[in-house]
């Protein structure tokens, strides 16, 4: 059966750091697209992060750039989302996905209804 499971979600104030973990069974992420997406209350959900599982290679949101850090850990079959200096509107639903098709490729990687593979989210609030 295959399984996305997020984890690290919580409260945290302005300024202050989480790290999100998302682990896959029943399929291995040595290949494909890992993307972090996020969806906040009223709003549509847009992509945060992607990385190419193969080759580490990252992409970013604009509006996370140089705040998070995706990466993964093959032999460990997880991807994480590093969050520092969050702030008031990074508050979410995040999600994990996976399109073990093809890697980011580009600006394709926001392109939701690549990923084949998604997890039930974790609740990030940043408030003071």
């Known amino acids: 059966q295959v399984q996305l499971v997020e984890s690290g979600g919580g409260l945290v104030q302005p300024g202050g750091s989480l790290r999100l973990s998302c682990s896959a069974s029943?399929?291995?992420?040595?290949?494909?697209?890992l993307g972090w997406f996020r969806q906040a209350p009223g709003k549509e959900r847009e992509g945060v992060a992607c990385i190419s599982s193969s080759i580490g290679t990252t992409t970013y949101a604009h509006s996370v750039k140089g705040r998070f850090t995706i990466s993964r850990d093959i032999a460990k079959n997880t991807v994480s989302l590093q969050m520092n200096n969050l702030k008031p509107e990074d508050t979410a639903v995040y999600y994990c996905?996976?399109?073990?098709?093809?890697?980011?490729?580009?600006?394709?990687?926001?392109?939701?209804?690549?990923?084949?593979?998604w997890g039930q989210g974790t609740q990030v609030t940043v408030s003071s």
């Open positions: 996905a996976t399109d073990p098709d093809q890697e980011c490729n580009g600006g394709t990687w926001i392109e939701q209804i690549r990923y084949d593979y």
């Open positions: 029943g399929f291995t992420l040595d290949y494909g697209a």
